[in-house]
């Protein structure tokens, strides 16, 4: 059984039973079933009437879905309200993705060899999907990896985060009450011998995963030859200032993008980069602002900054900011727990550069400032690091901008925005090893077809 509590009062909220391999067994034999009988696919119009019917319903629970979101995962409702609206968008350009998902025709008399025939392409399903997702987004993750596998016709088998199950099986019930047949999507909370023991199953077309780079690799590694993957994982986002930076506008930005869901974004704000001459003072406003936000219940609405998922990543932040200021960071605000289960909005200045907070994703709220001699020396600093997701620069130089997009190692770089920028539409990916192939609902649904070449002799 799976234990659910709010992660700020560690109140029960719910519990789950865990699913059995038998019960995966049998799911994966029926996906599997479906997939091959393509006289039991559903047809477009009846998978597009389920997602449309489906964000209908979304909209009516709005606010039940929100403070479920909250409640669980510690998300606040100001930016709860926004993940409900973004799953609900999200549901939507599913269907609407339908229709850009065609095939084309492939000319054949472009030699002779080819002459007198017709070919063209079309989009097929690529098979039983296992989505497995985490906890920082319960909802609009799910609608990420589940959304797109209903749009292409994919059976698909969710299994949840622990911390955070309801959101998922809040969403599958939507799927089926807007009349989804139950084997096309199953919700499946398991132990992690059980669901390594799934995901790596032969019968597994597709694997979707979002969570660490240990888990993800690991499990990529095993899969069954043939599997397709994605996966998401995480980075240390670097922000790139220069001196004609309008700060006005950017210390917001950066605070937002630092702290939003206590820093538990894996292209949260982490690593700024200034002008030696300038650090200490953006730091000290990146600190005046962040020291004044509200941390608490998720579930209150004056609450700015939420607790960290278990109380354990309250001590591992409390140990990565501990080591950033013995190696001689200056604290500028925060640095401490609140209670068992928060950590205090942090901004370091000039840690380390060898430590945790400037090589690895720290996954909680604080943020390290570097002061650097030369844009050059900022961008190498950048790069170091083994992850490359989202980055920012700060400019109002054009010929900086440019530079910056150029030599930032990142597979989206925001020009004066935060680094965890994101809509729903555009791709989403991690380089090297903050993750493998392309998020985003129609970049999902891309990589959950294959196509199929015909050709006629004419």
Not at 46 to 70: C, W
Not at 114 to 119: D, F, H, I, S
Request: glycine share 8%; hydrophobic share 45%; net charge negative.
């Amino acid at each position: 059984m799976l234990t659910v509590c709010n992660p700020f009062s560690l109140e029960t909220i719910d519990e789950v039973p865990l699913g059995t391999w038998d019960q995966a067994d049998s799911w994966l034999n029926a996906a599997d079933r479906l997939h091959r009988d393509r006289s039991s696919w559903l047809p477009a119009h009846q998978r597009i009437a389920v997602l449309h019917k489906s964000a209908a319903l979304m909209r009516d629970r709005f606010d039940e879905l929100a403070f479920q979101i909250a409640n669980e995962g510690g998300k606040p409702l100001i930016d709860a309200r926004i993940e409900v609206d973004r799953a609900i968008d999200g549901v939507e350009l599913a269907a609407k993705e339908l229709s850009h998902l065609t095939g084309a025709e492939i000319p054949m008399d472009l030699t002779a060899a080819g002459a007198g025939r017709m070919a063209f392409t079309s989009k097929e399903p690529i098979g039983p999907v296992v989505a497995v997702s985490a906890f920082n987004h319960p909802l609009n993750l799910i609608v990420h990896q589940v959304a797109p596998a209903i749009a292409t016709g994919c059976p698909v088998i969710i299994k949840p985060a622990d911390d955070t199950p309801l959101s998922a099986q809040s969403f599958v019930n939507i799927l089926y009450e807007a009349g989804l047949p139950p084997e096309w999507c199953q919700y499946f909370p398991c132990d992690i011998p059980t669901a390594e023991q799934l995901v790596t199953d032969p019968r597994v077309a597709f694997f979707s995963f979002i969570g660490s780079a240990r888990v993800g690799w690991m499990l990529r590694s095993k899969l069954a030859p043939g599997t397709r993957a994605a996966l998401e994982h995480g980075g240390a986002a670097p922000v790139i200032i220069d001196e004609t930076a309008n700060l006005d506008s950017m210390i917001p930005l950066l605070v937002k993008g630092g702290f939003y869901h206590a820093g538990q974004v894996c292209v949260s704000v982490q690593r700024v980069f200034a002008p030696q001459a300038m650090a200490g003072d953006i730091a000290g406003k990146i600190a005046d602002q962040a020291g004044k936000l509200i941390v608490g219940n998720a579930t209150s609405e004056e609450t700015e900054v939420g607790p960290l998922i278990r109380p354990g990543e309250v001590t591992r932040v409390s140990e990565w900011v501990n080591e950033a200021k013995d190696s001689g960071g200056t604290i500028l605000c925060g640095g401490k727990t609140i209670g068992e289960t928060a950590y205090a909005p942090t901004v370091i200045l000039n840690p380390g550069p060898d430590i945790r907070i400037s090589t690895a994703e720290i996954f909680g709220p604080a943020v390290a400032v570097y002061g650097y001699d030369t844009l050059d020396q900022a961008i190498a600093r950048a790069n170091s690091l083994p992850f490359a997701f989202q980055a920012a620069g700060f400019t109002q130089r054009l010929d900086t901008a440019t530079k910056l997009i150029r030599s930032l190692d990142a597979t989206a770089v925001m020009i004066n925005d935060h680094t965890a920028f994101r809509v729903d539409w555009m791709p989403f990916a991690g380089r090297r090893q903050s993750g493998y192939g392309t998020g985003g609902i129609g970049h999902t649904m891309h990589d959950m077809t294959q196509d199929k070449m015909a050709i006629i002799k004419l």
